[in-house]
């Protein structure tokens, strides 16, 4: 096996080597910089029988694991939506841009508590800084299957350092909080429809 953590723009150069000597790979986030490249590791590792994924750190996370526990078993009820924030002052990468440094943790988080793929994305961003590198960015994931709306927030721009994901329940809410004490909370608060 082979773990991939370059800078962004060679993953899927060493990663594709790597596939094609038949190791499984773990590449770092983003497993690549475009969909294409994506979907070209993605075909090049299912034709050499091996395993490629990217590093999903927050689905081994004991509170997001809880999260999608008591989602799974219906503690929360009809899920409503999912809002997440990942946010800082900082670190200005001019490789990848927010979405591609940041958001994939969301996007995995939200993947993983609702047991769903996205059936659509929506971004929008802007360069504040470096006028080609996006450092803030909102995003919108619709999971079709299993009706629910995920909303990000992700920014190099923000004075608080944010590390937040919001589920609303038709019975509960939940935020799980990376940077508190108490890093799963369920409110005993719902939204149902009149």
Do not use: C
């Amino acid at each position: 096996a082979l773990v991939v953590a370059t800078p962004p723009q060679r993953h899927a150069e060493v990663a594709l080597a790597a596939i094609r000597q038949g190791k499984y790979v773990l590449v770092e986030k983003p497993l690549a910089t475009s969909l294409a490249d994506a979907r070209r590791l993605a075909r090049e590792a299912e034709s050499h029988g091996v395993v490629l994924m990217s590093g999903h750190t927050f689905e081994f996370n004991p509170a997001v694991r809880e999260l999608r526990a008591r989602v799974s078993r219906g503690e929360l009820g009809a899920i409503r939506y999912i809002s997440s924030a990942r946010l800082n002052l900082g670190l200005y990468r001019s490789d990848v841009n927010v979405v591609w440094d940041l958001a994939p943790h969301d996007v995995s988080i939200m993947n993983f508590v609702l047991g769903s793929s996205p059936s659509s994305v929506q971004a929008w961003g802007s360069a504040n800084i470096r006028a080609s590198v996006e450092d803030l960015a909102f995003i919108r994931v619709d999971y079709g299957t299993a009706g629910v709306t995920g909303y990000i927030q992700v920014s190099w721009l923000d004075p608080n350092k944010v590390r937040r994901v919001t589920v609303v329940g038709s019975r509960r809410m939940a935020v799980y909080d990376d940077l508190s004490p108490e890093p799963l909370r369920i409110y005993d608060r719902g939204v149902e429809p009149e």
